[in-house]
């Protein structure tokens, strides 16, 4: 899991974070479905399509790469009695523009338990199904105050990535 700013935590609490990234498709390899990117700072990366992406062969080199990353995550105090879940969900959608592009998207949620709170840090730590152990900074230290460790949390992330394409000139 990514590093994460947890804020208020007592009742409910959306973190949000977006990222832009701009490439040129430099090189296709197309029986393998990988596509070479060069990046705003110059460096390259080269990443494979898989099969869930249609319109591959519509992508051209010279082609502009539009990627915007989203992340979300909620963080929700369970009510005592209230069902443990561990869910995951995730799909692809296909671009209806001109030039291929498309979103893909993956939801988990789980239960897990405040194991440990810190409010030197501030930070609070989480256990969860299958071994899952996570921390993070807390900026609403108010927050730590009205929880303790034992409390049960459904937590929520969502990841996004819309990617679309302009034709080079």
Same mark, same amino acid.
Do not use: C, H
């Given at each position: 899991?990514?590093?994460?700013?947890?804020?208020?935590?007592?009742? /409910?609490? /959306?973190?949000?974070?977006?990222?832009?990234?701009? /490439?040129?498709?430099?090189?296709? *390899?197309?029986?393998?479905?990988?596509?070479?990117?060069? #990046?705003? *700072?110059?460096?390259?990366?080269?990443?494979?399509? $898989?099969?869930?992406?249609?319109?591959?062969?519509?992508? !051209?080199?010279?082609?502009?790469?539009?990627?915007?990353?989203?992340?979300?995550?909620?963080?929700?105090?369970?009510?005592?009695?209230?069902?443990?879940?561990?869910? !995951?969900? !995730? $799909?692809?959608?296909?671009?209806?523009?001109?030039?291929?592009?498309?979103?893909?998207?993956?939801?988990?949620?789980?239960?897990?338990?405040?194991?440990?709170?810190?409010?030197?840090?501030?930070?609070?730590?989480?256990?969860?199904?299958?071994?899952? !152990?996570?921390?993070?900074?807390?900026? *609403?230290?108010?927050?730590? /105050?009205?929880?303790?460790?034992?409390?049960?949390? *459904?937590?929520?992330?969502?990841?996004?990535?819309?990617?679309?394409?302009?034709?080079? #000139?």
């Amino acid at each position: 899991m990514k590093r994460l700013v947890v804020g208020v935590i007592a009742v /409910a609490v /959306a973190v949000s974070m977006a990222r832009t990234a701009m /490439a040129t498709v430099e090189a296709i *390899d197309a029986p393998n479905r990988a596509v070479t990117l060069k #990046k705003a *700072d110059g460096t390259f990366v080269t990443t494979v399509a $898989g099969p869930d992406i249609k319109r591959f062969e519509e992508i !051209k080199v010279g082609d502009k790469v539009n990627a915007r990353y989203y992340e979300n995550v909620i963080v929700r105090v369970k009510q005592p009695g209230e069902p443990e879940v561990d869910s !995951k969900t !995730k $799909g692809t959608t296909g671009s209806e523009q001109v030039l291929p592009g498309g979103t893909k998207a993956t939801q988990r949620t789980i239960t897990a338990t405040i194991a440990a709170i810190d409010p030197a840090a501030p930070s609070i730590s989480f256990t969860g199904p299958n071994g899952w !152990k996570y921390t993070s900074k807390v900026q *609403d230290t108010d927050a730590l /105050a009205r929880v303790k460790v034992g409390d049960k949390v *459904d937590i929520v992330w969502t990841e996004a990535m819309l990617v679309s394409l302009e034709r080079g #000139k």
